[in-house]
Each structure stands twice: as structure tokens, then as C-alpha cells.
């Protein structure tokens, strides 16, 4: 079954350490996006990428990083600068420009 | 104040009765979205809208361009039906990035 498969579930960061959350889709997509929920708030686009080795900087990219190298994978990094990455973090994917996004169960992240 | 309003945050229904969802946006939009996020956390997209109605088994979906707004019903809900639903829109910048409203907690009690 096609899919988006999101790995860990749970994640632990200690303070100053960089994690990477993988985000994989069989979907065969152009078209991919992380996304962070907080508690009483809407989801915040963190990084989406249009096409391979491309990706744009969302509404709060400070503290992230990723990268773009397969057209079936899209990892996002958490680095040591993101001062409350406590979070829920969802992946998603589409095949282009306005049509419904297919998103993964996400990954819970706490600090340690 | 949010580009995407839902309302109303919490709704709490018996079995059986009709349900309303409402979301208004204050920007121009190419289509707008109605998604279910289960208590386990994802997601699932329901209704991709940017005109009209869509109706999809119990779930309706509306959408009046001039007066930006949405409607999303669900007739004869059930337990099962509990839920976050989330109102979205792909405002006219960009056709890829969505904007979220803050979501609708729906309990439905047997």
C-alpha cells in the first residue's frame, strides 16, 4: 500500500544535540512538507521541497535543517539552535501545486 | 488575528445529531481543505474545495467564495466521528504552502 512512513514515533533530544526525524513516501510525489503542531495551535510549515534537491523555507525554519536527495525521502534535522523543539512533527506530501496533502502518523519530540 | 478561523473549538454531540463545522478565511485562496486528525495524531484529508459543494458518505462539505467561508456537516454522527477537524486554505501567494485554522475538537457520545 502506498503510503508516507514517518520513523520514530518517539524521539529524545539532549540539550545541544542535533536529531534527524526520516520522512519516506511510496507515493511517487513531487511534493514534500514538515510541519510542526504545538498544543491550541494550528500547523506551522517548517520546510517544503517542490522537487528533488530543491526545498524553500517555511514560516519557522530557524533551528531546522533538511534535505531533499531522493524524490521518496525528505529527513528533517532538529539542530541544538531550535531552543524548544518540544513538539509534534508531521510529514506530508502531494503530487504539486493545489491538491490534498497525504501525511504521516508524525513524531513526537521531547528533550531529555 | 488568524488568517484561518475556525468555530467552534469544542463541540460536544449525542449520537445521531447533525453536526456543524465553520471556518472563515480573510485572504484570497485558491482552494481551502478540511481535514481529520484522530487522537493518535494523523492526519487524514477529507474535502479539497474551491467552489461549490462535495459530499462524501455522511460528510458535506461548502464553500461560499464571497463571503469566505466554509461548512463542513456531518449528518447522523457517530462515536467514531470524534475528532480534531482542521480547516485549511492555499492562499493566493503560493499554491503549495497551506494555512491552518487552530482546529475543531468534536466529542461525540453514544
Known amino acids: 500500500d502506498g503510503g508516507i512512513t514517518q520513523s520514530p514515533k518517539y524521539l529524545f533530544r539532549k540539550e545541544g544535540q542535533n536529531v534527524t526525524l526520516s520522512c519516506e513516501q511510496n507515493?511517487?510525489?513531487?511534493?514534500m512538507y514538515w510541519y510542526r503542531q504545538d498544543p491550541g495551535q494550528g500547523l506551522r510549515l517548517i520546510y517544503y521541497?517542490?522537487?528533488?534537491?530543491?526545498?524553500q523555507k517555511g514560516d519557522i525554519a530557524e533551528g531546522y535543517s533538511v534535505s531533499r536527495e531522493k524524490k521518496e525521502s525528505f529527513p528533517l534535522t532538529v539542530t541544538s539552535a531550535q531552543k524548544n523543539p518540544t513538539a509534534f512533527y508531521l510529514c506530508a506530501s502531494n503530487v504539486g501545486r493545489n491538491q490534498p496533502q497525504h501525511f504521516g502518523d508524525g513524531t513526537r519530540l521531547s528533550i531529555l | 488575528k488568524n488568517e484561518v478561523e475556525q468555530s467552534p473549538q469544542n463541540l460536544t454531540a449525542q449520537e445521531g445529531e447533525f453536526i456543524t463545522i465553520n471556518c472563515s478565511y480573510s485572504v484570497g485562496i485558491s482552494a481551502l481543505h478540511w481535514l481529520q486528525q484522530h487522537p493518535g495524531g494523523g492526519i487524514v484529508s477529507l474535502f479539497m474545495?474551491?467552489?461549490g459543494k462535495k459530499k462524501h458518505g455522511r460528510l458535506i462539505a461548502t464553500i461560499n467564495i464571497q463571503e469566505k467561508h466554509s461548512s463542513l456537516h456531518i449528518t447522523a454522527s457517530h462515536p467514531r466521528d470524534s475528532a480534531v477537524y482542521i480547516c485549511a486554505v492555499n492562499s493566493g501567494g503560493s499554491n503549495y504552502k497551506l494555512t491552518f485554522g487552530k482546529g475543531t475538537l468534536l466529542t461525540v457520545n453514544p
Open positions: 507515493l511517487n510525489h513531487d511534493a
Open positions: 474545495l474551491s467552489s
Open positions: 521541497s517542490q522537487i528533488v534537491n530543491d526545498f
